[in-house]
């Protein structure tokens, strides 16, 4: 077992252990025995219940043990009886403190409440957290190891005396000579099937972290927008905003699900929000390029799309010029929408200002021969016969039909998902 590991779960062995006896010394003394009172193991410290070599085993195994309780049998109202309830009020303790493990990590699962991960304050719940489960399941571990029939464990003790004919007296015998198989078979993993059965049963209950959760959830919307699923993406995306709103590029990963969903109000909003995050706040260089770059795309996916959209009637061709205008906005070098605001402009007959919009398309993609074609014809519109003559041979050198006015492109924004 690693070092970090072992000092995570080396509170809960602690706690584990000093309940443990604890519980047997408490019973004990409840039930007539003043015996371990006498002794100082009727206590919650520690140091009166831990041994070195027990604790130290934690390093190298996931179980350790205590100094154990010593009970005058002789002194119990009932002996019988009370050997059984002294034996199992080891195990029960433990069952409690997997129970108040349980409680307190409901609390503590909530660390994005504290504020951005990577902070301490949720750091601090998170790594809490990790302890309270490392608690339970070591007691669960004990607990079920405890009521195992195998000397000198408690179960050894419980079941002995329940069988008819046995007497208290034998169930103390050969405890400590047998302590070192059971050592052999709890390394050996011979015991690993029946405790894992019911750590499993255990770990499925405990309260999960939001961070483990959140990132469940983030990595199905990666997968469900791999498999263009986007609404489940979306879905994903927003459970996981709803634990932690902290990270802008998530806020990017849902506006991509939502504009290739068609949810494009809701695209742009969350575009937008992530560019609003990252301005004066620190994040890594790569982060912001990164946010920057992708926002960036999906508001001018948004607005192409529109602008596209409002190219199907004249009535809105200046709709179209303002969303393609949007769209150059927030990616300066997309020839698409250059070319397609000049087209917009050409249906309005402003010749003059398509032109600009038609000479940035060539700049940026000047191996286009329908970008040459469109520019011919409004040299032509302008007058410019000579210009429009040797865009017409450009774009037929690069294979355009140049007896064929340029069309607008059908292609759709690039589809990111």
Same mark, same amino acid.
């Given at each position: 077992?690693?070092?970090?590991?072992?000092?995570?779960?080396?509170?809960?062995?602690?706690?584990?252990?000093?309940?443990?006896?604890?519980?047997?010394?408490?019973?004990?003394?409840?039930?007539?025995?003043?015996?371990?009172?006498?002794?100082?193991?009727?206590?919650?410290?520690?140091?009166?219940?831990?041994?070195?070599?027990?604790?130290?085993?934690?390093?190298?195994?996931?179980?350790?043990?205590?100094?154990?309780?010593?009970?005058?049998?002789?002194?119990?109202?009932?002996?019988?009886?009370?050997?059984?309830?002294?034996?199992?009020?080891?195990?029960?303790?433990?069952?409690?403190?997997?129970?108040?493990?349980?409680?307190?990590?409901?609390?503590?699962?909530?660390?994005?409440?504290?504020?951005?991960?990577?902070?301490?304050?949720?750091?601090?719940?998170?790594?809490?957290?990790?302890?309270?489960?490392?608690?339970?399941?070591?007691?669960?571990?004990?607990?079920?190891?405890?009521?195992?029939?195998?000397?000198?464990?408690?179960?050894? /003790?419980?079941?002995?005396?329940?069988?008819?004919?046995?007497?208290?007296?034998?169930?103390?015998?050969?405890?400590?000579?047998?302590?070192?198989?059971?050592?052999?078979?709890?390394?050996?993993?011979?015991?690993?099937?029946?405790?894992?059965?019911?750590?499993?049963?255990?770990?499925?209950?405990?309260?999960?972290?939001?961070?483990?959760?959140?990132?469940?959830?983030?990595?199905?919307?990666?997968?469900?927008?791999?498999? /263009?699923?986007?609404?489940?993406?979306?879905?994903?995306?927003?459970?996981?905003?709803?634990?932690?709103?902290?990270?802008?590029?998530?806020?990017?990963?849902?506006?991509?699900?939502?504009?290739?969903?068609?949810?494009?109000?809701?695209?742009?909003?969350?575009?937008?929000?992530?560019?609003?995050?990252?301005?004066?706040?620190?994040?890594?260089?790569?982060?912001?390029?990164?946010?920057?770059?992708?926002?960036?795309?999906?508001?001018?996916?948004?607005?192409?799309?529109?602008?596209?959209?409002?190219?199907?009637?004249?009535?809105?061709?200046?709709?179209?010029?303002?969303?393609?205008?949007?769209?150059?906005?927030?990616?300066?070098?997309?020839?698409?929408?250059?070319?397609?605001?000049?087209?917009?402009?050409?249906?309005?007959?402003?010749?003059?200002?398509?032109?600009?919009?038609?000479?940035?398309?060539?700049?940026?993609?000047?191996?286009?021969?329908?970008?040459?074609?469109?520019?011919?014809?409004?040299?032509?519109?302008?007058?410019?016969?000579?210009?429009?003559?040797?865009?017409?041979? /450009?774009?037929?050198?690069?294979?355009?039909?140049?007896?064929?006015?340029?069309?607008?492109?059908?292609?759709?924004?690039?589809?990111?998902?």
């Amino acid at each position: 077992m690693n070092l970090n590991l072992a000092l995570l779960m080396l509170p809960g062995l602690a706690i584990g252990l000093t309940a443990h006896e604890f519980a047997h010394a408490w019973v004990a003394s409840l039930l007539g025995d003043g015996y371990p009172r006498r002794n100082k193991r009727v206590t919650l410290n520690p140091l009166r219940h831990m041994t070195p070599l027990g604790t130290l085993m934690i390093l190298f195994a996931p179980f350790g043990w205590a100094r154990p309780v010593e009970v005058n049998l002789h002194n119990l109202k009932h002996p019988k009886r009370g050997f059984v309830l002294v034996s199992l009020a080891g195990p029960m303790a433990n069952v409690v403190v997997v129970g108040v493990c349980w409680l307190l990590m409901h609390l503590t699962q909530h660390s994005s409440a504290a504020g951005p991960w990577g902070h301490w304050p949720s750091n601090t719940l998170a790594i809490l957290h990790a302890v309270l489960f490392g608690a339970a399941l070591l007691n669960v571990i004990l607990a079920v190891v405890n009521l195992l029939p195998i000397p000198p464990l408690d179960g050894s /003790k419980m079941w002995l005396v329940l069988m008819p004919g046995k007497s208290i007296t034998a169930a103390g015998k050969k405890g400590a000579v047998l302590i070192i198989p059971l050592i052999i078979l709890m390394v050996s993993g011979a015991l690993r099937p029946a405790i894992d059965y019911v750590t499993d049963k255990v770990a499925a209950v405990m309260p999960v972290l939001d961070r483990v959760r959140y990132e469940q959830h983030v990595k199905l919307g990666v997968e469900a927008m791999g498999a /263009k699923d986007h609404a489940a993406a979306d879905a994903h995306y927003t459970m996981a905003l709803e634990m932690s709103g902290h990270d802008p590029m998530l806020w990017v990963l849902r506006s991509t699900a939502r504009f290739q969903s068609g949810e494009l109000d809701a695209s742009l909003a969350d575009a937008a929000h992530a560019l609003e995050m990252i301005q004066g706040r620190p994040f890594a260089a790569d982060v912001r390029a990164r946010v920057e770059r992708d926002a960036s795309v999906n508001i001018h996916n948004v607005h192409f799309s529109r602008g596209m959209a409002a190219l199907d009637s004249d009535a809105t061709l200046g709709a179209a010029v303002e969303h393609f205008t949007k769209a150059i906005h927030a990616l300066p070098a997309s020839n698409g929408a250059f070319f397609m605001r000049a087209a917009a402009r050409c249906r309005q007959g402003r010749w003059a200002e398509a032109l600009p919009d038609a000479d940035r398309a060539i700049e940026i993609a000047p191996e286009n021969a329908e970008y040459y074609a469109q520019r011919a014809e409004i040299h032509a519109a302008l007058g410019n016969a000579q210009r429009a003559a040797a865009d017409r041979a /450009k774009a037929r050198s690069l294979g355009a039909d140049i007896d064929t006015p340029a069309q607008s492109p059908t292609a759709q924004p690039p589809d990111r998902g």
